[in-house]
């Protein structure tokens, strides 16, 4: 089997718009989590981490006509413009590309859009990005729920390593809509303060925005300084229940056993977890418990929750991105907001960002429906 690497990437979010931006916020500890009043969002102030919309728009008429682009649309048209800048990448019809999102354009089926509500099809937003780019195949929309981020890194290997393509362009991005906002709303899972994934002092998630894209490759000539290497993935869904996760962690403990099969390495070796860590009792307790399981109970663990809110089918990607950035400034960044441990099992929160030699992270996620889904990497250079 060939050897699959991440290489150049992008980050759009409310902490910048280039990767370098959004580690430079992390690394000072900064939130995008802010109040949010906004009766198009939603009726009551909830918090949330939001991308400024005259930046966006300013930003996106360098690259095409903002009138004619949905707000997700264009966020993910930036995203993947620079990553195409920075690779150089000549796209051919062993190019392929890789759409993922939960929700996709929800907001153009508001009475108030100016959208047809056929841009509600995800294959309309794949065409969307495919004919703006100029890509040679179709685009392939992956969505099931938040692991769609981490998973379509793990189709875009198996893609390539069937050699149906020799590069894969993934696209993760996903709004705050009215529709997301209420929904969240209705499980009575939305916080009232900036999140605090993993602490007894939690009261819920914050829902956030981004888009997020990177390049999947086999070429060692298109390696970027911050490239890491797939050494194994897994994916493994519990069937528990459509909004909550197994209280046993099975799902997640299923992935992470798949996917350290595959990499043939113990777990002793992993430097760090990127975890899921939503600020909810269920997910922060079953991954708390599939850790342990696993023996990953002393490894250091970070939720990025507490920058950037949730930001549902992004979230995977974003997270894998800042783990690269991790590897390559041999940093262990801080989970925002952690203050006292508040899951039964022990895990190892990181408090304070520090400096330390790393090789290898574990990334994990879970959602909606009983998904799960664990990727292991490790530095190139």
């Known amino acids: 089997m060939s050897k699959i690497y991440l290489t150049y990437n992008n980050i759009i979010s409310s902490l910048g718009f280039t990767t370098a931006e959004n580690i430079e916020s992390v690394s000072k500890g900064i939130s995008g989590i802010k109040k949010v009043d906004d009766k198009n969002l939603s009726q009551i102030p ?9 930046l966006l728009n300013n930003t996106f008429q360098q690259i095409g006509d903002k009138t004619k682009f949905t707000r997700l649309e264009k966020m993910m048209l930036l995203s993947l413009y620079d990553v195409l800048e920075q690779s150089e990448l000549e796209l051919t019809d062993k190019t392929g590309l890789i759409i993922s999102t939960t929700k996709g354009n929800v907001d153009v089926l508001d009475a108030k859009s100016k959208f047809p509500k056929e841009r509600a099809y995800l294959a ?25 981020g981490v998973l379509a890194v793990s189709v875009a290997k198996r893609l390539i390593q069937s050699e149906l393509y020799d590069n894969v362009l993934i696209v993760s991005g996903d709004i705050v809509s009215e529709f997301i906002v209420s929904g969240f709303q209705s499980f009575q899972a939305i916080s009232d303060a900036s999140c605090k994934p993993f602490s007894k002092n939690r009261k819920g998630i914050n829902i956030g925005e981004a888009a997020a894209s990177i390049l999947v490759t086999k070429e060692k000539k298109m390696l970027s300084e911050d490239a890491v290497q797939i050494l194994g993935d897994g994916s493994c869904n519990d069937a528990n229940h459509i909004s909550g996760p197994s209280r046993t962690g099975e799902g997640l403990f299923r992935s992470m056993q798949s996917a350290f099969k595959e990499a043939d390495i113990e777990t002793e070796i992993i430097d760090y977890i990127s975890a899921h860590g939503t600020a909810t009792n269920y997910n922060d307790e ?30 995977g990607l974003l997270e894998t991105i800042i783990g690269m950035q991790s590897l390559y400034n041999n940093t262990l960044y801080a989970s925002s907001g952690f203050d006292e441990l508040g899951v039964s099992q022990p895990i190892n929160v990181i408090k304070e960002t520090q400096s330390q030699q790393l090789t290898t992270f574990l990334k994990t996620a879970s959602g909606f429906g009983g998904c799960n889904t664990a990727a292991i990497f490790k530095k190139v250079n």
């Open 46 to 54: 909830f918090y949330s981490s939001l991308v400024d919309t005259e």
């Open 124 to 148: 309309e937003l794949g065409k969307q990005i495919q004919q703006f780019f100029g890509f040679k195949n179709e685009a392939i929309a992956l969505s099931n729920a938040c692991v769609s």
């Open 286 to 315: 079953m991954e708390a418990i599939a850790f342990n399981r696993m023996g990953l109970e002393k490894t250091p663990v970070n939720s990025l929750k507490g920058y950037y809110g949730h930001t549902l089918g992004a979230s």
